[in-house]
């Protein structure tokens, strides 16, 4: 590829490195393995270059990839893991998200930390806006649920 | 500490997910596994490319090999003389003349009689004035 498209990647990253990273940690719960994830997906855009801007945009094709790493099944056990917790990630709010499942989870951090819309999270995932309703609904209720237990057992 | 709205929960998302540092942008490592993996797509692309050209090459000749050695038709000896009438129904024709063609074929024998009108049967002279005459 040449140096134009090497200057726009290196854009790219520069720009969503943080939110992207973020985002990984709010699906696995551990930073170094948010970090290795979005390093991958972006190596794996920048492979398919023209095509991921064909199709949209870096961004859509990024974020999915993260999305579908994070439901693998060696991410979703890990994330499950509650030694892989740090020091900083025992917010009761970080505890209870990690034991969502790793669909509701998505629609969780889309939803309301990413602030998109439910349509708009529904491409992301690949699913009906529907599908997005009812998850993010038992997301919040199985929140509230382990925010409760955990506030009393932390108090 | 339970969440009473979504507001609450999107604020309290920023305030978790925010205070994560990442550790600066990977630029040129993410450029070089990029490049990593367009290299590789490219190797298995034209590797898969390879052998499917050589299958197609391969091909012809696998379904069409040369017949083995062994199956070669065995030939009979054939003799072919002139003017002579042959022995078949009990009829004994004139003495037989120098041959034209004989030789064995590693076969069972054979002759091959010629003759003249009037020397043979009606059908055989149809057939040609000649007539095959089994050992």
Redesign the interface.
């Known amino acids: ?1 040449d140096s134009r498209t ?1 200057a726009a ?2 854009e790219f ?2 720009g969503r ?2 939110t992207l ?3 990984g ?2 699906l696995t719960g551990d ?1 170094r393995l948010a ?1 290795n994830l979005v ?2 997906a ?6 398919s ?1 023209p095509r991921v801007i064909r199709a949209g945009g870096p961004d859509v094709y990024v974020r999915r990839i993260i999305l579908n790493a994070s439901h693998g099944r060696f991410l979703r056990r890990r994330a499950r893991t509650p030694e892989t917790c740090g020091q ?1 990630d025992r ?4 505890t209870a998200l990690l034991r969502l499942p790793a669909g509701q989870r998505s629609v ?2 889309l939803r ?2 990413m ?1 998109m819309t439910e349509a708009e999270v529904a491409e992301a995932l690949g699913c009906s806006v529907g599908s997005v309703k009812s998850q993010a609904s038992r997301a ?1 209720a199985k ?2 649920v382990s ?2 237990l ?2 009393e057992i932390l108090l | 500490m339970s969440i009473v709205d979504e507001r609450e929960l999107s604020e309290r998302l920023d305030g978790v997910l925010d205070a994560i540092t990442p550790s600066p942008a990977p630029v040129d490592a993410a450029l070089r596994d990029g490049k990593l993996i367009r290299a590789r797509r490219s190797i298995t692309t034209t590797a898969g490319l390879a052998v499917a050209a050589g299958f197609v090459v391969a091909m012809p000749a696998l379904l069409h090999q040369p017949a083995r050695p062994g199956a070669t038709p065995v030939r009979p000896t054939v003799t072919v003389r002139q003017l002579c009438l042959s022995t078949r129904h009990g009829v004994q024709g004139p003495p037989r003349q120098p041959e034209l063609v004989a030789g064995p074929a590693g076969g069972p024998a054979a002759e091959l009689v010629a003759g003249r009108a009037g020397g043979l049967p009606a059908a055989e002279l149809a057939a040609g004035r000649c007539a095959w005459l089994m050992p």
């Open positions: 590829m090497d990647f290196a990253v520069r490195w943080s990273v973020r985002l940690y709010g930073q970090e390093r991958a972006l190596a794996k855009a920048y492979a270059w900083d917010s009761a709010l970080m969780v951090l309301y930390w602030d919040l929140l509230r925010e409760d955990l506030g």
